[in-house]
């Protein structure tokens, strides 16, 4: 049996979680995403949520079946768009872009076979709207969170002032890589990995 | 619920217990048949080991190996019988291997105790319970709920309709039997949609010897689904469960089963049905660290 295939542990210094702000260097990334509107943990984040894992999983699986190169499911990740400060802005507001890193060997093919497969079982709604992407971050600054996703703040805050001191800005989608589940998990101990592109300040 | 009622249950589930551990020590040279055990205590084989090991302290096995030591210290007081005739009838075929668990219990050597005087036959345990040379056991205290933060919620489920995988061997390997029935069902986009993951250990992993381990893999479908191949369709049973989540590794899962079946449990003024024990899995091993696994356990109560 060939070994199982794990993108974290492959790319491991993209998922660094250091407790301070540190500069990682991201290549370009392919991932099944889901896009959408809405509060986080609302209906239509919930229902991109379980469209996103029907899609991996079944993605996975056919070509497990196939006897083709098997991998780990990635964890889930987001891109938040809040249209200026996120506290300013109602939660109802805020655009996302839920995604599960994928491997390069998945094929448009691939996510199109699960799809007609999961619209056949006819229980996926809003699996027709997972697309499989390319994403380039570039230069990030990258720091772990602990604690409520409410609270990420003082966090992004540090890691403002930490691109500052190192002559660079935060720039495009702020990023959140999720590590703990939060169905379970208090949230004073959820744990998540932070993640900002940043670009030089002058440019 | 008034504490009268609490009081009475953890009464009932004590009287029970004590009718097993009196058994025991009747029998401490029989090999002791745990449907046998269940049956004088009043519960299903799927939940007394974990009651048992919750309210004791120690699990069966340890229980019993501890009471034949403490009779063998009593032998090696009251007897002139030589130490390797006292090991053998303690169960152990060594005069070495005796010894080496005599020191563990007693802090000395068989010989160095039957020469010492006024050396207790006892090996502390805080449940009290201990070998009786003379009178029969009257009482026993049931361990304390350790943990007071530990967080058990009341459930009412519906009855879920499932499709099945049934994993028959050690506890350990079950994820060999989910990653065959993820493949049967993910394939035919089974695995869309939210289903849970649920596993009903019918057997408990600490008693049964490993090859007769009986598990079902299970996750949740719709009534068009069929049976077929190695993959079956049943109903888990809804109704009333006590819910405790473990987080961490799965080996370590025993453990909250014995704090929620020995020690939530008699105090809550509930009884158990006789249905198995399930398991709702929110991740994956594939990737997750063992540390960061998270499982709802759910014990089934009686309706009230």
Known sequence: MTTKLDLYKMHKAEYAAPTKPALVRTKPALYLTIAGQGAPGGSRFTAGVAALYGAAFTIKMTRKVAGKQDYAVCKLEGLWFFGGEPDATPKEEWQWKLMMRTPHFIAQEDLRTAVDTLLKRGKSPGIAEVKLETIDEGVCVQMLHVGPYESESATVALMRSFAESNGLKLSGPHHEIYLSDPRRVPPERLKTILRQPAIKRNS | ?304
Not at chain 2, 209 to 234: L, M, S, W
Request: overall charge positive; hydrophobic content about 35%.
């Open chain 2, 1 to 304: 619920m008034n504490s009268r009622a609490k009081q009475t249950t953890l009464l009932f589930y004590k009287e029970c217990l004590l009718r097993v551990l009196v058994h025991i020590q009747e029998h401490l040279d029989e090999p002791l048949a745990l449907e046998e055990l269940g049956r004088l205590a009043f519960f299903s084989p799927h939940h007394f080991h974990h009651v048992f090991t919750g309210m004791l302290g120690e699990s069966l096995g340890s229980h019993v190996r501890r009471l034949r030591l403490e009779r063998a210290a009593w032998r090696l007081k009251l007897t002139r019988t030589p130490v390797v005739q006292i090991a053998f009838e303690a169960g152990y075929d060594s005069h070495e291997a005796f010894s080496r668990a005599f020191r563990k219990g007693f802090a000395m050597s068989p010989v160095q105790f039957r020469r010492r005087h006024g050396a207790m036959a006892r090996i502390q345990i805080p449940s009290g319970v201990h070998y009786q040379e003379r009178k029969r056991l009257r009482s026993f205290r049931p361990t304390e709920i350790e943990d007071e933060n530990m967080n058990v919620a009341i459930k009412n489920l519906k009855p879920a309709r499932v499709a099945f995988m049934r994993h028959n061997g050690p506890y350990q390997d079950v994820g060999k039997t989910w990653e065959q029935f993820m493949m049967c069902l993910g394939k035919d986009g089974l695995l869309g949609g939210s289903p849970q993951f649920i596993g009903i250990c019918h057997d408990d992993p600490a008693v049964t010897p490993r090859e007769k381990v009986r598990y079902d893999a299970c996750i949740t479908v719709n009534q068009q689904f069929r049976a077929h191949g190695d993959i079956g369709v049943q109903l888990v049973a809804g109704g009333d469960y006590a819910v405790l989540t473990h987080f961490g590794p799965y080996e370590k899962l025993g453990g909250s089963y014995a704090r929620l079946l020995g020690q939530w449990l008699p105090r809550s003024g509930r009884r158990l049905r006789a249905t198995p024990c399930l398991e709702i899995y929110f991740n994956s091993p594939e990737n997750t660290e063992p540390e960061d696994l998270i499982t709802d356990i759910h014990a089934p109560l009686e309706t009230r």
